[in-house]
């Protein structure tokens, strides 16, 4: 996490599957950045609240409040934000199309860059065949990466009292896993075949937890990744270039490696 003080402003914010409501969520994490990162504009490109998580287990501690309060305390001083309901938090999509507290809900949404490219927003869970087809398995899979997580909570604590910084021991197994490496490549596809079919010129979503920037052909797939292991934003500065910001990794701003621009 960076030092106080510093305030970065850019463009735009992506943020996705911070997953509120779960011990999981990296809350505090999340709070510095919001503290230090300001932008014009905001999109919550879902997930944001885990509806899944609070039906099994009530968890809402006062960090996952105060994430809110500081989304909505940045509505009213004037940045545009915009939430598109994920999976976990689907009982906002029946209120799609109208605003609350200041913050349009819409299904996707095309960003235009300060250089003038098209951008589709949208979570990506319509592109996981396990989602699509075959709900309950999701719902189980849900199940045993929380438990993943759960392992990876201790450890970090266990690292926290020696003195380390923190390391996603859920993000090395998932990669580590052939098969889920096949299935975050197959929809990447189709996520990029979904920009295609909107002449967008790049697409940003999340639901797979991997951030990402990496060009297919002539269309930039993004991913903003997640505050539940990586801790990751997606940032669009004020020429249009685009930038993943780690605020795991971050010591000052503006210096992760992860940068790209569409021109």
Same mark, same amino acid.
């Given at each position: 996490m960076q030092d106080e003080g510093k305030t970065v402003k850019c463009r735009t914010i992506w943020l996705s599957d911070i997953h509120l409501g779960t011990r999981d969520c990296k809350a505090e994490f999340l709070i510095d950045f919001l503290r230090q990162y300001d932008a014009d504009k905001i999109y919550l490109v879902g997930d944001i609240i885990d509806g899944w998580s609070l039906k099994r287990q009530?968890?809402?501690?006062? +960090?996952?409040? +105060?994430?809110?309060? *500081?989304?909505?305390? *940045?509505?009213?001083?004037? +940045?545009?934000?915009?939430f598109i309901p994920g999976n976990h938090d689907e009982f906002l999509r029946p209120y799609v199309g109208l605003e609350i507290g200041d913050i349009k809900l819409l299904r996707e949404d095309i960003h235009t860059t300060a250089d003038g490219k098209r951008l589709l927003i949208m979570h990506g869970d319509e592109f996981d065949s396990v989602m699509a087809y075959a709900k309950w398995i999701a719902h189980i899979g849900d199940y045993f990466y929380m438990q993943l997580l759960k392992v990876?909570?201790?450890?970090?604590?266990?690292?926290? *009292?020696?003195?380390?910084?923190?390391?996603?021991?859920?993000? *090395?197994?998932k990669y580590k896993v052939k098969s889920a490496v096949q299935i975050i490549s197959d929809f990447e596809h189709y996520i990029v075949d979904a920009a295609k079919r909107h002449q967008a010129d790049g697409v940003v979503c999340g639901h797979i937890h991997h951030a990402e920037i990496k060009p297919y052909g002539s269309i930039l797939y993004c991913n903003d990744g997640d505050w539940v292991e990586s801790c990751t934003a997606l940032v669009e500065w004020f020429d249009g270039r685009l930038e993943i910001i780690n605020w795991t990794k971050t010591d000052s701003p503006n210096n992760d490696e992860t940068q790209f621009s569409l021109s």
């Open positions: 009530w968890y809402w501690p006062s +960090t996952h409040s +105060t994430v809110i309060q *500081k989304i909505l305390r *940045k509505s009213r001083k004037g +940045t545009e934000v915009i990876n909570r201790w450890l970090n604590n266990a690292r926290q *009292k020696m003195g380390l910084s923190y390391w996603s021991l859920s993000a *090395k197994v």
